[in-house]
């Protein structure tokens, strides 16, 4: 459910070819004293690309790709208007998502909406509906090297690819919406090593849940996160979908951008999703080799470490803080009212493939309601395609079109008062689907589906060592 | 808070000193309490925002509001969603300022975009009694406790980002210079 007004989500980045003239920024991008934030503003600092930035330095970059969506753009329509600014820096790079209450649930939302349509259309803009504005950029825009900034504190889950992603308010989109520019302080920069191998039925959420209960909600604020591989078979068991939980989720310990390496996972899935040719390894062209960005070998790194992921168990998050991570055990049985499955963190294809292996054959526990949402237009054909679909409705779960919906509280999936709810979604906080006075724990999708059934919190990891 | 109220304190804020009771909040007071998704999403008007300021505190925060009166808080102040709702509906409730041991990053950036002084004082945990009355200079950045007299020095920050506060916001800035605030000064900016 697309519209483009004025561009292709290809079309952006070839007028990112045509524009960058590499040999400028050649030896900033070569440069191995660099992490990959260093590197990334230096090479976009709109006044020189001679100088390597560092962290605490304030610097003004060119912005590949500004998005607000229904909860932020209105706000930043607004402002834009109150600034008297009548026309876009470039309508190409300004990204209007209706995704958090779609669609609408009332006619509040309704007239927001329709103030974002008419934008959209004045200024030809693109404008995207019914997907959430993540999954939609992840699978239709990013890039390695660009630098997206969002309305939105997930937008950071477009690390996963090699870009740099932050979350900003409204009235700044609105100024990058004017300028195409905005300023940026250098982060300090986190580096984790990962080694090992994932027990059955533990996954990239539980990973990331594990990380933010070691640091806490502040751990990585103002910080920049970058995931490394020990070795191959490490990489192997991280898809895009995984590397995007995690660069979504590294939000809630603050951190400004959360991102992977380029490697041929990256590659493979942006050649799967028609952003660039099969042979680009060894390519000449501007984007070819921006492709290939990669932090340097000698960098300096605020703080390293290591994480084994044979030592992780399934861990449950809350509730009301995100870092009071607790692993299964400590919570198994606790009654539920409700188990829900989807979000831009966890509502990706990988994801509802571990719910239908969980719910097939299996009925959703008579006390308990079982929402499932899927992140974009795409993963519900997806999901459709794979009879995921089918599984669920049989399961006795709901199916929903793709939104933030409960996640936010808003519609599709709100608490009542003292409920409690098991969810994969991104937060836990006080009321944040619905009453004050009702709970959220956060889980994997395996965690909350195994739930589902079992009407309490329940261990997944059962459920992978029967079949 | 009315319109006319709202002028009266930017102008104080204008002038650089303002004066309020202290509310006292913990840690890790988050967006979600600051304004509920389901509030901020069905307005774009900065007035009915301010109905639901730290609605997830306590529903009715807003009417025990004294016009001028300051947050101070624990760590990590307005963390979770980019919602610049949260500083504007706090701000338009008549909260003159945010004092915090630190602040998460995008709830920051906005206060000054939308003209909130927050101000961060890593010692500020056990200064400030509930009700103290306050005294902060926008200016110098600094905050005196008036019941025990004692002065803090809030973390400073690069010249464009005061010029903004002082001037009542980005919106308000522009508005008067015709440029964004980091353009004017891009040439001093590295010495920050």
């Known amino acids: ?467 | 808070m009315s319109q006319e109220e709202r002028e009266q304190l930017q102008r104080q804020q204008s002038d650089g000193v303002t004066k309020g009771k202290a509310w006292l909040f913990g840690d890790n007071i988050n967006t979600d309490i600051i304004i509920p998704f389901r509030f901020k999403s069905r307005t774009n008007d900065p007035y009915e925002m301010a109905k639901y300021a730290m609605y997830g505190y306590d529903p009715d925060f807003h009417k025990k509001i004294t016009n001028g009166d300051v947050i101070v808080a624990g760590r990590n102040f307005g963390g979770g969603s980019s919602r610049e709702q949260a500083p504007v509906a706090l701000k338009y409730a008549g909260i003159s300022a945010v004092i915090a041991q630190s602040f998460a990053r995008i709830f920051y950036r906005n206060s000054f975009t939308i003209g909130l002084p927050a101000l961060e004082i890593s010692e500020i945990k056990g200064k400030v009694n509930q009700g103290d009355e306050l005294s902060i200079n926008i200016s110098r950045f600094t905050v005196q406790n008036l019941r025990s007299g004692e002065i803090f020095q809030a973390h400073v920050v690069p010249k464009f980002m005061r010029d903004m506060l002082v001037e009542g916001g980005l919106v308000e800035y522009y508005k008067r210079h015709k440029q964004f605030p980091w353009r004017i000064h891009r040439r001093s900016l590295p010495i920050f």
């Not at chain 1, 751990?219 to 990489?235: C, I, P, R, T």
């Not at chain 1, 949402?373 to 993963?379: F, G, L, Q, R, Y």
């Open chain 1, 1 to 467: 459910m697309q519209t483009t007004s004025s561009s292709s989500s290809s079309r952006s980045i070839h007028q990112r070819e045509e524009k960058q003239d590499f040999s400028l920024i050649k030896n900033i991008f070569d440069d191995n004293s660099l992490t990959f934030a260093e590197k990334i503003i230096s090479m976009k600092n709109v006044e020189t690309h001679s100088k390597k930035c560092r962290p605490g330095d304030i610097v003004i970059v060119d912005v590949d790709l500004a998005m607000a969506q229904d909860s932020t753009g209105p706000l930043a329509i607004r402002s834009l208007n109150e600034m008297g600014i009548v026309s876009l820096h470039d309508p190409a790079k300004t990204l209007l998502v209706i995704d958090h209450t779609f669609p609408a649930a009332d006619e509040k939302v309704a007239n927001l909406h329709k103030l974002m349509r008419e934008f959209a259309l004045k200024h030809s803009c693109i404008l995207v509906e019914g997907s959430i504005s993540h999954q939609h950029i992840l699978e239709y825009l990013a890039a390695p090297g660009m630098v997206i900034l969002g309305a939105d504190s997930h937008t950071c889950q477009a690390g996963c690819v090699g870009a740099f992603a932050a979350g900003i308010g409204s009235t700044e989109i609105a100024a990058v919406w004017a300028t195409g520019q905005l300023w940026l302080r250098v982060p300090e920069t986190i580096k984790i090593m990962l080694s090992g191998n994932f027990n059955k039925g533990v996954f990239a959420r539980d990973l990331i849940l594990h990380y933010i209960g070691e640091v806490g909600e502040d751990g990585a604020n103002y910080k920049s996160l970058e995931w490394k591989f020990s070795n191959d078979n490490v990489k192997k068991q991280f898809s895009m979908d995984s590397r995007a939980c995690i660069s979504n989720a590294s939000m809630e310990c603050g951190a400004k951008i959360s991102v992977f390496p380029v490697d041929e996972i990256t590659r493979k899935y942006l050649h799967e999703n028609l952003r660039i040719s099969e042979d680009n390894s060894s390519g000449t062209n501007n984007m070819r080799t921006e492709i290939d960005i990669q932090a340097g070998d000698s960098a300096q790194y605020k703080d390293e470490l290591e994480i084994q992921l044979d030592k992780i168990e399934p861990q449950v998050s809350g509730p009301d803080n995100v870092d009071k991570v607790h692993s299964i055990g400590e919570l198994a049985n606790l009654e539920i009212d409700q188990a829900f499955i989807g979000s831009s963190t966890n509502g990706r294809i990988e994801d509802l493939e571990v719910a239908a292996h969980i719910l097939k054959g299996r009925k959703v526990h008579r006390n308990t309601r079982c929402v499932v949402t899927p992140a974009s237009v795409k993963v519900y054909e997806e999901a459709i395609r794979r009879g995921y679909v089918e599984i669920y409705l049989e399961s006795g779960a709901v199916f929903t079109n793709a939104t933030c919906g409960a996640c936010v509280g808003t519609h599709l999936g709100a608490l009542g008062e003292n409920e409690i709810c098991i969810s994969s979604s991104s937060r836990n906080f006080v009321g944040r689907m619905g009453a004050l006075s009702s709970k959220v724990y956060l889980a994997s999708p395996a965690t909350v589906a195994a739930s589902a059934i079992e009407g309490g919190i329940a261990d997944p990891r059962r459920y992978f060592y029967s079949s």
